[in-house]
């Protein structure tokens, strides 16, 4: 019994193609947002956003155990904020995890600067948390 090996290509390329056109579309599907999810990340912008106004407060005043609280705050507002429950998140989101991962090493430098109460360090760190705050709301606010 000879088969066509035509015959096999057309049916492998006949299965290929349906299961491109069932699995692929439901693959790189991205959810939305729920109104929960897009709650809790609106609440830590702005929790974000009070607590680097206060820093700022702080740092004038030479306050430095509040600037560590506040930094220590903003160090763990960071942690995962990129991702909530199983969302698929776009490319673009690569750039929003960057700049949540240097949040998070500033707000731990200023945590360091805090501790020993170094003054320049704590300017140069405050100075890149702010800097990535106005590039991150630049391209995705």
Known sequence: MMRNPNLRLIALLAFCTFAISVF???AFAKKKFT?????EVSHTMRMLQLNTENLHIAFEK???KEVGKLAMSIHDSC???ESRGDMDV???FDDFR??????HDYAEKLVDASKSED???AKVAYKAMEKTCVNCHKKFR
């Open 24 to 26: 692929v579309p439901t």
């Open 35 to 39: 109104t929960k999810e897009e709650r």
């Open 62 to 64: 030479r306050d430095w």
């Open 79 to 81: 942690a995962n904020i």
């Open 90 to 92: 776009p490319l673009e």
């Open 98 to 103: 960057i700049y949540a991962e240097n949040l």
């Open 119 to 121: 003054i320049e360090s």
